[in-house]
Every structure is written in C-alpha cells, then in structure tokens.
C-alpha cells in the first residue's frame, strides 16, 4: 500500500509539475459547408409565381472569435473550453423578383469542450464536442405587393425582423494548428478549423416593423390577413408575437451553421 501511495504520488507530481495552463484569443473568417436548401428564387407570371430554383447556405459563414482556456498535462496531451461568437453573413434565402427578397444571418454564441494533441512542438490538433448556448438567426423580409396582386387601390410596402431561437445542439469541432513562440510565454498560432452543427428550429419572435398601404401606416394584423390571400401565404406565421415551431403543424427544421474555416490568434502560457 505504502509503494502504491508513493508511485501515485510521484506520478502526479509529475504531471503537476510539467503541467501548464493557457488562454488565448483569436479571430477569423468561416466559410459556410454542409449547406442545406432554403427556400426558392422565383418571378412573377401571369400564371402565378414560378419557382427558379432554390437557394442554399449555411449560418456559419462569416466573422468569428473565439476565447479559449486549456490545461497540458504534460507536453503532449491537454483539455480546453472555448466559448467563441459567429457574426454570419447574409444569406439570401427567399426572393420573387420585384417583390419579396427574405435575407437571414447567423448571430450566435457557442461554446465547446475538446482535447488537443502537440503533435510536434509546432503543430497541434485538437477534436472535441460543440453546442450553441445564445444567440439567434434573423429573417430579414423586404416586401412590395403591387395591386396586380393583392386587388387593392394601392401597393403595400412593408419591411420587418424576426429573430428565431433553436434549441441546444451537440456537435463536433476539429482543428489542425501550427503555434509560433514569439516571447517568454506568448506565442502566435494560426489553424484551420471544422466546425458540424446544426441547431433545430424552437421559437421565433417579431422584432422591427414597418408596414404601408399608399401613404397611410399598415398595422400588422392586417398585413397578415393580406398576405393569406396571395401566394405568399407562408410569411404570415413570420408576423406572430412569439411563436412555437414544431407544434399544430409547424414544421421546426434544422438550420446549418457548419463551416471551415481560418483562425489566428495569440496565446498566454502560465508558468
């Protein structure tokens, strides 16, 4: 028991010793994979509106940082949690031309849990769990609807928000890396990164609107009551309060936010 005690008690501090703790922070440009269909390119025809073909995207795309804290238990192997911030580009998602254009973007927060291994004293991996913890994806509708297709006296303009809440995901994140010593404990680093998520449709809210009818304010019951008698009936859940997805035959679909990207950042080692 007492050689038991002892060879732990050298292994750990062992470990302890060598141990070393870490944070860093960087910054980089996503580029969205895994993409999935959106809803479709149309026009106008004198027989309804005509679909052209779909759009497809993936809330990944765009800015990113990331702050980072890690753990080596020697010089190989280590542990670290990452909370980081995606600041998507839009995408185009729905368009009739001259009439609808429906742009979303990915606002969100996420955070993971992943081991990483020095491959060599330069290059690095690193592969764990990814989740998305706040944030939301905004739909951005634009709309004009000309009397030819309403019946009114007057075209109605109307632009408005609404922001859609997922629920938690948990997904994988991977990187390959290579760090540059530049100063006693600081380092540079620059890696590629993966990033497999996507997050399920939970509720959605109405944020800005702004709505007309010629010159004279369009409130917002109205306006739905309008458009659930165009071929653009499906804008009409877009204009709720608050609403539920996934329930009284809502579908609640999964939205991309799988990318790959390029990151560069600094590190702060303690001794």
């Known amino acids: 028991m007492k050689k038991t005690i002892l060879t732990l008690s050298i292994i750990f501090i062992s470990i302890a010793s060598s141990a070393q703790y870490y944070v860093s922070f960087s910054g980089g440009y996503a580029f969205g994979v895994g993409k999935k269909d959106f809803g ?55 368009k009739v031309a001259g009439i609808l254009d429906v742009k979303t973007r ?15 004293k330069n290059v690095y991996v690193r592969a764990g769990l ?7 994806t905004e739909a951005v509708t634009d709309l004009t609807l000309p009397t030819q ?30 760090k540059l010593p530049i100063a006693d404990n600081w380092s540079l680093f620059g890696e590629v990164e993966y990033m497999s998520i996507n997050v399920t449709r939970d509720i959605s809210k109405l944020g800005d609107y702004n709505a007309t009818i010629g010159a004279n304010d369009l409130p917002r019951d109205n306006l739905s009551q309008i458009l659930g008698a165009t071929p653009l009936s499906q804008l009409v859940p877009l204009l709720q309060d608050e ?26 080692t303690f001794n």
């Open 149 to 178: 297709v309403t019946g009114l006296p007057a075209d109605v303009k109307a632009d408005f928000t609404t922001d859609f809440h997922g629920e938690f995901p948990l997904d994988f994140i991977g990187a390959v890396g290579y």
């Open 106 to 120: 990915g606002r969100a927060f996420g955070a993971s849990l992943s081991g990483i291994y020095n491959v060599t």
């Open 40 to 94: 479709s390119n149309s026009v106008l025809a004198a027989t309804g509106i005509v679909d052209m073909g779909n759009f497809e995207g993936s809330y990944g795309e765009g800015v990113q940082t990331q702050l980072r804290a890690g753990y080596f238990f020697n010089e190989k192997w280590g542990v670290e949690v990452g909370v980081g911030y995606i600041y998507g580009t839009d995408q185009e998602f729905q």
């Open 130 to 136: 990814l989740t998305k913890i706040a944030g939301k």
């Open 243 to 268: 609403l539920q997805w996934g329930e009284n035959g809502l579908p609640s679909p999964e939205a991309p936010y799988s990318s790959f990207g390029i990151n560069f950042g600094i590190t702060y």
